[in-house]
């Protein structure tokens, strides 16, 4: 029953808070998931624009966290009051790219509107997690980010060894970090986005068959590879003397690393803010650990963080101020100075550049890391991104599969391929509800 | 044959309009939808839906995971309302022979209610915290390795002990209240036959308010199935691996997190017959007055 009236109380709240525009200026509604500190600095992104012009006003609404604001945008379709443009997270993508009748493809609209848009300007990395397999953008992308090894200097100063490359000297430096005295080597968070989905684009390796699901909903996954299952493995070896510690899903890890428990810690780049009123130490932030047993080379990290798509259902005229809104924001000028408050990556060459040009990397050395990863080879069809149906709920089963790694009740190698099979069916049940 | 009926005036059907409609719409209708939805496969945009009738239930009935929720549920809910129940009877007990500040003592004991679930979690949480937690830093002195985000015993035993705790105060009134209705004369009576207090109470007391005892067992487990949703969602999110995804926890996950609105529905039907069959115990044996004899 409170799941019957939330869904009532969630479809009400839907239909009051959209209020359809009244006034001679057009009104663009966008629900956003970016609470605190972020979410002012998207009030400000669209008061500047609304004061740029005197067109269109873009309000900007601020829903929840990721999932909650993709839940009441959803509500509010089906409700027909949704918003024009509604933030969702990276691994919505494959559930926001098959309802076909619900979104408009931002290419299309800016087409459509006649606004001049310029492709090749926005980094390959950010932008082919986005495209279908013909390279239409059908999102734009807001706020990406990409996981970095963050480290604590002065731990390794004290420890004497240098900031690891491989994971085999990950491995090395921990020991000396517990020998020094620190209570663990490394940690990380978001396990599924960085150890896994990341690991597999940073050595080239499938994360699921139809190139990670980008060329058909019947994909399965290639988590249970024998390079993830070394690794995760490996890991959990470590774990037992303490090198590794598991400190929770998503960010939850963060106060190990900022506490100076652990000294190393891998993690979204835009966790700069963070990291930067909490540490008490010297930090910085390095790519991620080579494996050489995986690959010779590093290939490209992938983003994680949120795109805006545009949905149907209003006014031409509308989406008009929309395709403005999306030329505004994605101008060098708001993008740079976005990436610098906020530790997201620049998505155009030209914010990169500006920025550069600005002196920002030179006054705060490592910020450029992520957008290095992500810029450091053209990406492959197995490091572009993926896109998994149903893949919130995969995750969760990741989630739930490495945690019985890290506590000992399972092999990396059975909690690999139950994660397979487990998400497969999930893969299925998708492919199932969207033919 | 006379026909004992009065005489159905329009205005009557009138009068009891405003509830029928309020029923209607916030209970009938919504349950309708979701015992409709339940039997179809469906998009999360609503765009295409087909209707398969019991596949999601077959799905359900074959998944392992959720058979194992069931079993957990089960567990969570028992040890929940026999925890707090056995501390608020023994708390009522006391209570009952307090001599002075019994209005403070009292109203100490019922705070807990007030405190709103989600914020009980969060309190507990900055208390147990793997590397924060005050009690955390306790139990390190007295050597246990205290981590909930990794042991999925020490989850369950969290959640369990903060859901309790939470439902002490509402029991407590309720025993303290059976208590309070039991004549003084047979405790004296008894007294004077020279029983001790835990010799009456446990011959005495307890039988007496059985009657209470079994309503709160059916009012704690309804609790434990159902409101306790805002700790888990706090707390653990369910994990760790699935420690303590209650059958309510995963319905919202299901349905809110995975969008799979067809499964979660089909869950939330399940969930709703478990009530109805609740309310069903509750009514034959409690709304009877069952008393001892």
């Not at chain 1, 990950?170 to 490394?186: P, Q, R, T, V, Y």
């Not at chain 2, 059958?247 to 017959?273: E, H, P, R, T």
């Amino acid at each position: 029953m409170k799941f019957i009236s939330s869904i009532a109380g969630l479809l009400l709240t839907a239909s009051v808070s959209f209020i359809p525009a009244a006034w001679a200026q057009t009104e663009v509604q966008w629900w956003h998931a970016m609470g605190g500190v972020n979410g002012e600095r998207v009030d400000k992104i669209a008061a500047d624009f609304n004061a740029s012009q005197s067109e269109y006003k873009v309000v900007p609404v601020y829903k929840g966290n990721y999932t909650e604001t993709v839940t009441a945008a959803i509500a509010a379709f089906r409700a027909k009051s949704h918003p024009h443009i509604v933030q969702v997270f990276e691994v919505g993508t494959a559930t926001m790219m098959a309802a076909k009748g619900a979104v408009y493809p931002v290419e299309q609209v800016m087409n459509d509107s006649g606004e001049s848009f310029d492709k090749s300007d926005f980094l390959p990395a950010v932008i082919s997690y986005y495209q279908t397999s013909d390279g239409e953008l059908l999102s734009m992308p807001f706020n990406s980010s990409t996981p970095v090894l963050w480290y604590n200097a002065d731990a390794l100063k004290k420890a004497g060894v240098a900031v690891p490359i491989t994971w085999a000297e990950m491995k090395s430096a921990s020991e000396k970090l517990l020998a020094s005295g620190m209570d663990c080597g490394f940690s990380f968070g978001w396990q599924s986005w960085v150890m896994i989905e990341n690991y597999s684009a940073w050595h080239d390796i499938e994360i699921g068959t139809k190139e990670n699901g980008f060329t058909g909903f019947d994909t399965e996954l290639r988590i249970n590879n024998p390079h993830v299952k070394r690794i995760l493995g490996q890991v959990a070896d470590w774990s037992k003397s303490g090198l590794f510690k598991y400190g929770g899903r998503r960010g939850d890890s963060l106060s190990m690393f900022t506490n100076g428990e652990c000294a190393m810690w891998m993690n979204s780049s835009a966790y700069y803010g963070s990291i930067k009123s909490q540490a008490k130490f010297e930090y910085g932030q390095s790519m991620l650990p080579l494996d050489t047993e995986a690959a010779s080379e590093r290939q490209n990290s992938v983003i994680g963080g949120a795109t805006l798509w545009v949905l149907r259902g209003h006014e031409q005229e509308e989406y008009k101020g929309v395709a403005k809104f999306m030329t505004y924001l994605s101008s060098p000028e708001v993008q740079a100075w976005w990436h610098q408050e906020t530790g997201y990556v620049p998505i155009t060459k030209s914010a990169y550049e500006l920025s550069k040009s600005q002196g920002f990397y030179a006054s705060n050395p490592g910020t450029d890391t992520a957008i290095q990863q992500l810029n450091l080879n053209q990406p492959t069809p197995n490091s572009r991104g993926l896109r998994f149906g149903n893949f919130v709920q995969i995750r969760d089963v990741i989630n739930e599969e490495m945690e019985a790694i890290w506590n000992g009740s399972k092999s990396a190698s059975d909690a690999m391929d139950a994660s397979v099979s487990r998400g497969n069916q999930l893969l299925r049940k998708f492919e199932r509800a969207n033919r | 044959m006379k026909r004992n009926q009065f005489n159905s005036s329009p205005l009557a059907y009138l009068l009891i309009a405003p509830q029928i409609i309020i029923t209607f719409v916030f209970f009938i209708w919504p349950a309708g939808q979701a015992l409709y939805q339940s039997f179809l496969v469906e998009d999360a945009f609503g765009l295409g839906s087909e209707f398969v009738w019991f596949e999601n239930f077959i799905y359900l009935a074959e998944d392992e995971y959720y058979r194992d929720s069931f079993g957990r549920t089960a567990f969570f809910s028992l040890m929940v309302a026999f925890t707090s129940m056995s501390f608020a009877l023994v708390l009522a007990g006391f209570a009952e022979r307090a001599t002075r500040g019994v209005l403070a003592y009292r109203t100490l004991l019922i705070w807990p209610y007030a405190v709103a679930p989600v914020l009980a979690g969060a309190l507990w949480v900055f208390m147990f915290d793997p590397s924060l937690g005050i009690v955390t830093y306790f139990l390190k002195l007295f050597g246990i390795d205290w981590n909930y985000k990794l042991n999925g015993n020490q989850a369950m035993a969290l959640v369990i002990m903060v859901a309790a705790w939470k439902q002490i105060a509402y029991n407590f009134l309720f025993f303290l209240a059976g208590i309070h209705a039991i004549p003084r004369s047979m405790i004296e009576a008894a007294a004077i036959d020279g029983s001790g207090p835990i010799r009456r109470f446990w011959t005495i007391i307890f039988p007496l308010i059985s009657p209470i005892t079994f309503f709160l067992l059916v009012i704690n487990t309804v609790y434990a199935f159902f409101d306790t949703f805002g700790i888990i969602h706090v707390m653990t999110q369910g994990g760790p691996a699935n420690a303590t995804e209650i059958l309510v926890y995963k319905v919202y996950n299901d349905g809110f997190v995975g969008l799979d609105l067809g499964g979660s529905a089909a869950q939330s039907v399940i969930l709703m017959v478990i009530v109805i069959f609740l309310t069903g115990i509750q009514f034959r044996f409690v709304e009877k007055k069952v008393e001892y004899k």
